[in-house]
């Protein structure tokens, strides 16, 4: 793709030159799904009833922060930054927390990259510019980014260009974030379309154009969200993968052929569904297990090389009564079922404590002098 043929515009723009998309049938992003628990202002500690947010993205990454050895600040903009990709605003008293601040590029025209008539592929199935919230947040799950930061390769061929992408400007090793668009198109009164039944489905490299700056906090963060959710959405990833889909996305039975690892109500979560199988006692809970340890093997490497202040604990480490670091990451992920997050909440609260109680050893960092010729 040249991108000297793209031109950026406001979404507000794009909104006016596509009009709304179809809002009924297509199943909604969702990687470790809101949990009937609404987000609580790291600053203040008060909790607000909407948005509802996700546990493991949330609490659980201020836990790992503080664990990796980063000051209480620097765990909250972590754990702030990370639910933003999904939630894109934040209430708060003091302040209010937006990942806007990007563009996107004005959309390709569906009858010069799918050929066929204009009637074939007249109603735009994906992106769905109407359930847009924030019309600047990159991160939006209705936006053409939604496969890249919510249904990310972790693995196989496609893993260098999609997370390893988002690991590199992360940590700031590229100050550009490359990724791919996503786009779908339908023939026009067909009701319920989705991407699974689009008549033409269609991808394109680009950089994207964010504010948020490469390297720091706020994008680790992000990358740290989009990590986990490659674990979260592995098997379904896998399961279109094989169906030759250019990228992944639930399905919604009976408008959708089922595909049991991708099949998703996000407007009826249950503690049975895919994502609710992620908690408690279900096998699918480990896919949790993984994603958080692998999201705190990411913590203690950026906290020893960058803002970290402690040196790391363990995950064998005794951080609560006898249970160990990874135990207690296991134990928050499998001891209680998705409609029980106020109990996660709990027990995350009290592992913060704990953590915070313990005797932490200094990182010493040296800095040599830059020598002058």
């Known amino acids: 793709m040249n991108r000297s043929s793209l031109k950026l515009v406001?979404?507000?723009?794009?909104?006016?030159?596509i009009g709304l998309a179809l809002i009924g049938?297509?199943?909604?992003?969702?990687?470790?799904?809101?949990?009937?628990?609404?987000?609580?202002?790291?600053?203040?500690?008060?909790?607000?009833?909407?948005?509802?947010?996700?546990?493991?993205?949330?609490?659980?990454?201020?836990?790992?922060?503080?664990a990796a050895g980063f000051n209480i600040t620097d765990a909250r903009t972590l754990q702030t930054w990370n639910q933003l990709v999904d939630s894109e605003a934040l209430p708060g008293a003091v302040v209010s927390y937006t990942n806007g601040g990007g563009a996107f590029?004005?959309?390709?025209?569906?009858?010069?990259?799918?050929?066929?008539?204009?009637?074939?592929?007249?109603?735009?199935?994906?992106?769905?510019?109407?359930?847009?919230?924030?019309?600047?947040?990159?991160?939006?799950?209705?936006?053409?980014?939604?496969?890249?930061?919510?249904?990310?390769?972790?693995q196989g061929p496609r893993a260098a260009s999609e997370i390893?992408?988002?690991?590199?400007?992360?940590?700031?090793?590229?100050?550009?974030?490359?990724?791919?668009?996503?786009?779908?198109?339908?023939?026009?009164?067909?009701?319920?379309?989705?991407?699974?039944?689009?008549?033409?489905?269609?991808?394109?490299s680009v950089s994207?154009?964010?504010?948020?700056a490469a390297g720091s906090l706020a994008a680790f963060g992000t990358y740290l969200h989009t990590l986990a959710d490659g674990y979260s959405h592995l098997d379904c990833i896998t399961a279109l993968d094989a169906l030759g889909l250019p990228w992944a996305t639930h399905t919604t039975p009976p408008i959708d052929d089922?595909?049991?690892?991708?099949?998703?109500?996000?407007?009826?979560?249950?503690?049975?569904?895919?994502?609710?199988?992620?908690?408690?006692?279900?096998?699918?809970?480990?896919?949790?297990?993984?994603?958080?340890?692998?999201?705190?093997?990411?913590?203690?490497?950026?906290?020893?090389?960058?803002e970290g202040v402690y040196v790391p604990i363990g995950l064998d480490t005794v951080v609560s009564g006898t249970q160990t670091l990874s135990d207690t990451i296991a134990a928050f992920v499998q001891t209680w079922d998705f409609d029980q997050p106020q109990a996660?909440?709990?027990?995350?609260?009290?592992?913060?404590?704990?953590?915070?109680?313990l005797s932490r050893t200094s990182i010493k960092r040296v800095y040599l002098p830059i020598v002058l010729r």
Not at 10 to 17: E, K, S
Request: net charge neutral.
């Open 164 to 204: 390893g992408a988002l690991r590199a400007w992360g940590w700031g090793d590229t100050p550009t974030l490359n990724a791919y668009e996503a786009y779908a198109w339908g023939r026009d009164g067909v009701a319920n379309s989705t991407v699974l039944q689009a008549t033409c489905r269609y991808t394109r």
């Open 105 to 154: 590029y004005t959309p390709p025209n569906s009858q010069t990259v799918c050929g066929g008539t204009a009637i074939t592929h007249s109603q735009v199935i994906w992106p769905r510019w109407g359930d847009v919230t924030i019309t600047d947040s990159v991160t939006t799950r209705f936006g053409p980014y939604s496969p890249f930061f919510h249904f990310p390769h972790i």
């Open 258 to 306: 089922s595909v049991p690892a991708c099949d998703y109500y996000p407007r009826t979560p249950a503690a049975d569904d895919v994502h609710g199988r992620e908690f408690y006692t279900y096998t699918d809970s480990i896919r949790t297990v993984d994603a958080l340890r692998h999201v705190y093997q990411e913590l203690t490497a950026r906290s020893l090389g960058r």
């Open 344 to 357: 996660r909440r709990a027990y995350a609260d009290q592992l913060a404590t704990h953590i915070q109680a």
């Open 208 to 212: 994207i154009t964010t504010t948020i």
């Open 10 to 17: 406001p979404l507000g723009r794009v909104l006016l030159a």
């Open 25 to 66: 049938g297509v199943a909604i992003v969702r990687a470790f799904a809101e949990e009937p628990l609404g987000w609580r202002d790291p600053a203040t500690g008060i909790t607000y009833g909407a948005p509802e947010i996700s546990t493991v993205h949330d609490d659980m990454t201020y836990v790992l922060a503080l």
